[in-house]
């Protein structure tokens, strides 16, 4: 199980941006793909999830409205597409799957997400 974060880098506020995640030793539509952020000396945050079966999405409030999570399951990829980006997003964004835990009846917050991608850097500054 390996998950392939990429599509970080620098951008002015108001920018965009679009971040994919490559899942490769399970398939996607049976699982769940978290995006998470951390900035330094924050702790790590739960931005967007996205569940494979149905493409139900589930949002922060801090990015609602502005980011759009989504995954095609035939490239066994999950994106994160980022708009109007303050620098307050500015992180690490990692993403993850609950692959030994994941279960369809918890909701996608609350799965213990236990493989992680390697991070891209999001900067967001003028």
């Known amino acids: 199980v390996q998950l392939q974060a990429s599509g970080g880098g620098s951008v002015q506020p108001g920018g965009s941006l679009t971040l994919s995640c490559v899942a490769s030793g399970f398939a996607l539509r049976y699982y769940a793909i978290g995006w998470f952020r951390q900035a330094p000396g924050k702790e790590r945050e739960g931005v967007s999830y996205?569940?494979?079966?149905?493409?139900?999405?589930t949002y922060a409030d801090s990015v609602k409205g502005r980011f759009t999570v989504s995954g095609d399951n035939d490239k066994n990829t999950a994106y994160l597409q980022m708009n109007n980006l303050k620098p307050e997003d500015t992180a690490v964004y990692y993403c993850?799957?609950?692959?030994?835990?994941?279960?369809?009846?918890?909701?996608?917050?609350?799965?213990?997400?236990?493989?992680w991608g390697q991070g891209t850097q999001v900067t967001v500054s003028s």
């Open positions: 993850a799957t609950a692959y030994h835990g994941y279960s369809d009846y918890v909701p996608l917050t609350n799965l213990p997400f236990d493989f």
């Open positions: 996205i569940r494979g079966r149905d493409g139900m999405t």
